[in-house]
């Protein structure tokens, strides 16, 4: 799609997800506003204008509906209530008041795949075979002998299959027993799920992000999944087997054109869609004729391993398998993958963020990425996630991500004035926001300054897509504005050596923008780019579009 080939909407038909950053707030770890050491929706709303302040866009809140926790909050016992951990009803409605007043968005999460075993739906499923929710949910008969009617495996350890005592069946969850499945063939869940949606829609929310969006549909028939030849006794339990018939049927499409109509009886909301696959097929979540997600995430920067060869490739795959007037995005982090500064290193974070904040696309970023948090090591009584406690000791918790938002040097970070539920990282005296807000070289700058040039400059926002090179550590493309607005060569090394990249004929002349390091603006450029080590450069073009 690099080839610009087909008509592009004009900047005003551009709508604010194209245009925009995404912002994701993990409720429990953002700020508390009653010392219960857990984070709330008042205390969201009394850091709105940190967002202001930042520029972003939309700020997608991880769940915050009644549950037994047992998923911190993915484990879902009413879609259209509160939690009293995180506030009420009204508390909501202030903060999507407060919000929109500043011109922000507000994206909740639906958790369509499962419920909590404490959802009332669940009860009435469980309490008989002719209770007219049994169908709600998937039960089996045992197995001849008596165990899981097939092969199928739990995200987070052991079978995907608990037997129900009472009524001698088994149901079905693809995580936590906690966590059953709900049954997407049967339209009357789809109806009561699109009431859900309606619910929040109604009440003025710009967008959903949905859990596990290729898990919806599960085969018919039944059938065990394949045995993975590439898996070793040690290995994540989970992938002894491919997943082949327990996601990513062809049926879920259906499924998500039912919640797109929705979507569309609205104006300007969003839909994206939590999307784990490899590109070529999570490009058709898009749908046919578009009539699918708005955005099915792009996790590739998160899998790939960081190096010069490998990002720019998968960069380009991504680009040349984009359907038609499919808009990209880009994910560096989120609250089950360990954070960008733990993978990279806080050095290539910087550069990491700068490729981010200048691909073409939506940028998804994560809260305390801005200031380079880092996983917290959370010793073995303090540990929360049911994947750690379940799988232990292979890295698979998510606890190291999800730790208190580091506002300041005051107690616990400025995050509560009680106990935190997570431990809040050492670095936090001098890595938090108030300390970072002064100082022109930290991260927290860095990432005000790429916002900042991403909103001034169409070709940033909406402009093509060019790879120049991948050479040794060294990654470079070029954003080309499409109305002869000026173009960047954007140049990032990978890597801890110094560089020299020979700009192609065309993208060879500019003045440097922005380093990583924040400290080479003005310079000039001819011919050759010297990078520092761990360096990226933005350079505005002198010709523009010239290239190619
Ligand atoms: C998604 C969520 C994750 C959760 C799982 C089950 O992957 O992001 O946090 O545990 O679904 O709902």
Redesign the pocket.
Known sequence: MSEGTFDRPSEQEYVWWQRGIVYQIYPRSFQDSNGDGIGDLPGITSRLDHFRWLDVDAVWI?PIYPSPMA??G??VADYTDIHPIFGTLDDFDRLLEEAHGRGLKIILDF?P??TSVEHPWFKESRSSWDNPKRDWYIWQDPALDGGPPNNWLS??GGPAWTLDEETGQYYYH??LPE?PDLNWRNPEVVNAMLDVLRFWLDRGVDGFRV??IWHLIKDEHFRDNPENPDWSPGDNPYDAVVSLYTADRPEVHDIIVHMRRLFDEYEGRVLIG?T?LPVERLVHYYGEDQAGVHLPFNFQLILADWDAANVSQLIQEYEEALPAGGWPNWVLS???QHRIASRVGLEQARVAAMMLLTLRGTPTLYYGDEIGMRDVEIPAELVQDP?EKNVPGKGLG?DPERTPMQWSREPNAGFTRGVPWLPVSKEYPSTNIEAQRDDPHSMLSLYRRLIDLRRGEPAMEMGDYRTVSAFRDVLAYVRDGRRGEDSFLVALNLGPHPHVLKAPEGADTGTVVLSTYLDRAEEEVAGEVELRPNEGLVIRLNEPAAFG
Request: hydrophobic share 30%; net charge negative; no cysteine.
């Open positions: 991880s998923d911190f993915y484990d958790v795949n499962h995200n987070f693809a995580f966590q859990d596990v939590e784990y989120n609250h089950d994947w998510r």
